[in-house]
C-alpha cells in the first residue's frame, strides 16, 4: 500500500464524517488496512488494540469467518432486492422473524433502514403517519434529553443535543425540545437516583407544559446509555419512571438501541435491564457489526396496526428506500445474530464484568474524576480538580493527547471532547485483552498527567 499518496488523496478528496476539515488537511489520516479479532493494523504496520469496536460497531470482532461466508455466499446468490413492488427476500424476511422474537413486548415489526441516523429518521416519519392515523396530527412536538445523540440526519441532528451537531446547522427545529440529561455525576439534584429521576420526570412534564400540553406532543425519545454525550448511565429505575411517565401523558416512549444493542450492556437489547417495552426501537451498528450498512426501527403492533387500518388499501405508505432490508446486509445480520446467540453475548458479559473491575481501580488516578461502566460500554471522566469536577480546560489539549498516546501505545478508544474516555470493546475480547486495554489506558493517563501544563493544572 502506498500510504504517501493515499493520505494525500484523501486530504484532497474524501470528506471525512464529523471532522475537522482543517484538522484533516493538517494532519492527513491513519489508514486501516487490515483486522482480525480485536486488533487492527494500519498501513504503516502499526498494530492497534481496538477498545471502542471500530464506532461502537463490530461487537462481533474483525474477520469472523461465518459472517464474510455469510454475506459472500449472498453476494453470488442475490446481490440485491428491491421491497418494493411486492418483492422481498428471504434473509430480510428471516432477520425479521427472528429479531422481532427477541424484542421487547408488542415490538413485532420491523423496517429495515441503511443505518443509525436514518433508523431515526423513519421513526420519525412513522409517528407523523401514525399521530394522523389515529386523528392527532396536532401531536408533532417531541423531545429528547439533552447529551442525547440520535444521527446526523438533518431532523436526527435537531434531535440530538450535541453542540457540534447544532452549530450553523439550523437544528434543533421549532418541534424538536430537550430535557436535562440523567447524568448522575453532574446533575444539579445527584448524585441521589432518586432525585435524579424525580427531576428528569418533572423536566418532562415542565416541558410538555410549556409546549402547550401533551395534545401537541407526539414522543419522548432517549438512549438507554447515552453514548456519544459521554457514555452517561442514567440511574437504575430512570427508564421506568420515564416509560410510566410517557404512558401517562399519551406521549410514544421511543428507545434509541443504536448503540446499546446487540448485547453492548450485556442482554441482546438494554431494554432487559428493567423490562423497558417501548412503543418503537431503533437499532444499528451491532445488527451487522459493522460488516455492512443496516439499521432497523422496531414498531408496537398498535403503531402498525393503526397505520395499515388508517390508511386506504391501495394507498402507500410513502417512506423507504433503494436499500431497505438489504439482502446482503440481512444475510450478515443473520450470521451476527448466530454469534450473539452461540455465546458472544456471555462473553461479553463476562469480560464486561472484568473491565468494570479494572476501572474501579482507575478511580484514585489523579485524574480521574469517575469511571462507569455496564457490559462493554464503559466511560472514565477525566477532572483537574476531584472536589470540584471541574473539567480539563481546552487549552491543555487533552483531548489530542489522549488520542496521540493512545495510538503510540497501539490502543484505540474514543475521546469525548476533553474529559471522557469512551471504551467499547468487541464483545469476543478475552480477559487478557481488556487488561493490556486497561493498562494501556493507565499509562496513557499517566502520561497526560506528566505534560507539564496539565499537571500545574491539578489540584490535589
Ligand atoms: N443513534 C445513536 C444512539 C447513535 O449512537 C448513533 C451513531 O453513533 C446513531 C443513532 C446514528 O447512527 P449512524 O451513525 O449509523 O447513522
Known sequence: ??????????????????????????????????????????SKGHHLLDGFSGLWCVNTGYGCESVIEAGRRQLEKLPYATGYFGFSNEPAIELAARLTQHAPGHLNHIYFALGGSDAV???????????????TPEKRHVIGLQKGYHGSSFVGAGLTALPAFH???????????????????????????????????????????????????????CELVQGSGGVIIPPKGWATAMQAACRELDILFVVDEVITGFGRTGPLFACAHENIEPDMMT????????YAPMGGVFMSDTIYETIRDKTPSGVSVGHGQTYSAHPVSAAIGLAVLDLYEGGLLENGTRVGEHLALRLRGLDNHPLVGTTRSVGMLAGIELVTDKANKTKPDAQLGVSRKLSRYGYEQGILFRAFGDDVIGLAPPLCSTIAEMDQLCDGIVSVLDRVMEDPAVASALKA
Request: glycine fraction near 8%; charged fraction near 20%.
Open 167 to 221: 452549530r450553523d446547522a439550523d437544528v434543533p427545529l421549532p418541534w424538536q425540545h430537550h430535557i436535562p440529561s440523567p447524568d448522575p455525576y453532574r446533575h444539579p439534584a445527584g448524585p441521589d437516583a432518586e432525585a435524579i429521576i424525580q427531576a428528569s420526570v418533572q423536566a418532562l412534564h415542565n416541558e410538555i407544559v410549556k409546549i402547550g400540553g401533551p395534545q401537541h406532543v407526539a414522543a419522548f425519545y
Open 1 to 42: 500500500m502506498d500510504t504517501p499518496r493515499l493520505v494525500s488523496l484523501d486530504r484532497e478528496h474524501l470528506i471525512h464524517p464529523v471532522s475537522s476539515w482543517q484538522g484533516h488537511e493538517a494532519s492527513g489520516a491513519t489508514i486501516l488496512e487490515t483486522g482480525k479479532g480485536v486488533w487492527l493494523t494500519d
Open 283 to 290: 437499532v444499528a451498528k451491532g445488527l451487522t457489526a459493522g
Open 121 to 135: 429518521d423513519s421513526t420519525l416519519r412513522f409517528i407523523r403517519y401514525y399521530q394522523h392515523a389515529r386523528g
